[in-house]
């Protein structure tokens, strides 16, 4: 089905009428039905018309789902739950973006109010690279460390694994990362898109700070049934939905499912400011209101993010953790100062890329010297974005003299 005539976008791309294939119907009101806004919005993004009530007013009691349908979830919670009432050394090592701090934050806080204080190791961009190393590993056991866990990282550590089990450290993967048929040796290894998964690859779409909130339930649970709590209150998890909804937005993550209920709830929480160290970072990004998902996704993740690719990997880490609201608004402050000192790199690299790109081939290759590396995967999606085909910009070029329009500008 068209709408207006509209077969195709500007690029050549077909168009499909979501709304119609969501359930059969038109939920735009050409064909009769009236359906509100909102409605017209959610089964555009194909939900299902019996989860409409769901969708408009989501909660994590109607999406939460059983985190053992997961494979190796339970085997991580008891693991888990044995480090904590035997109070060993904990060491979580996490990516540099926003997903892997928001998700080795949540770690942290969760074991702290169970009694550990875990260690956070945010690997450094230019020097470490993406993931966990052998070395690493070893070098944290070394240092005490008895169990690491990875979050948003590790699924194809293969090798660093192998290290870290011939060194005899316990490693519990977290990550929600495609994976390939064989898996690298772990304790246990979370995360939805295993291609051995059942249940849990219905949830593929979380982000790995969704799925460490997976896990931190299933460690209290299995603490609960352990009788540890007793003479000690349970963690508060929709506490830690702040930094959830940031890391879920920030990640790019399909709004749909638990991960809506996650956003929905965690900006409610957000807007209390219980954690001292979003609250600094709300100041610094120089909002004077709650935030909204955009605001999650443009002010707040790109500062979190700016640690990574210009500064200190460890620093919004570090600020979601703090307990003292002074070092909070200092490295909320330095965030700031980064990100915008990453703008201004990112500017530079995004010219002379531009310069040396052509936007009628379709595979554009350009580099230069000095360009910094934590901003060359953005450049590289905005040069792609720009760069159209040449089949396409002859198809353009024809459609537009068949309707007596001026050619386009070569140049643009």
Not at 48 to 56: F, I, K, S, Y
Not at 227 to 255: C, H, M, S, Y
Request: proline share 5%; with cysteine; charged share 25%.
């Amino acid at each position: 089905m068209t709408v207006l005539g509209v077969t195709s976008s500007i690029l050549g791309q077909p168009w499909r009428w979501r709304a119609l294939a969501a359930d059969g119907r038109d939920g735009f009101g050409i064909n009769g039905s009236g359906d509100d806004l909102v409605t017209q919005l959610l089964l555009a993004r194909g939900c299902p018309r019996e989860g409409l009530d769901a969708h408009r007013t989501p909660s994590i009691r109607a999406f939460m789902p059983d985190p053992s349908i997961f494979r190796d979830m339970d085997r991580a919670a008891d693991r888990l739950a044995d480090a904590v009432q035997a109070g060993e050394q904990v060491a979580i090592f996490g990516d540099y973006d926003v997903d892997g701090a928001t998700s080795a934050a949540l770690m942290v806080l969760v074991l702290r109010d169970l009694g550990i204080e875990a260690r956070p190791y945010i690997p450094d961009r230019l020097l470490e690279g993406y993931g966990p190393s052998g070395e690493a590993l070893v070098r944290l056991a070394g240092e005490g460390a008895t169990l690491i866990v990875t979050v948003d990282c590790g699924a194809q550590a293969f090798d660093a694994l192998d290290v870290a089990r011939d060194a005899q450290v316990d490693v519990i993967v977290i990550d929600h990362h495609k994976c390939s048929t064989a898996l690298p040796h772990a304790l246990a290894l979370v995360n939805p898109n295993r291609l051995d998964e059942t249940e849990g690859a219905a949830h593929g779409h979380l982000a790995a700070v969704g799925m460490c909130f997976l896990a931190a339930a299933a460690l209290v649970r299995t603490l609960r049934t352990r009788g540890f709590f007793k003479d000690r209150a349970e963690p508060k998890l929709i506490d830690l939905l702040d930094i959830v909804a940031l890391g879920t937005v920030a990640d790019v993550a399909q709004l749909r499912g638990i991960n809506r209920a996650f956003v929905s709830q965690g900006l409610k929480v957000m807007g209390a400011r219980k954690n001292i160290g979003v609250a600094a970072l709300i100041e610094a990004s120089r909002l004077t209101r709650n935030p909204t998902c955009t605001d999650l996704g443009f002010a707040l993740g790109p500062r979190i993010n700016a640690g990574g690719r210009v500064g200190r990997a460890d620093l919004g880490v570090r600020l979601l953790t703090t307990q003292d609201p002074d070092e909070a608004r200092a490295i909320a402050t330095e965030l700031d100062r980064l990100n915008e000192e990453r703008r201004a790199i990112e500017t530079a690299v995004q010219e002379a890329a531009d310069l040396l790109s052509s936007r009628d081939r379709a595979v554009a290759v350009v580099a230069g010297h000095g360009w910094h590396p934590g901003v060359i995967g953005i450049v590289a999606g905005r040069l792609k974005g720009e760069t159209r085909p040449p089949r396409n910009r002859h198809r353009d070029r024809r459609e537009r003299h068949r309707q007596g329009l001026r050619p386009l500008d070569p140049r643009r």
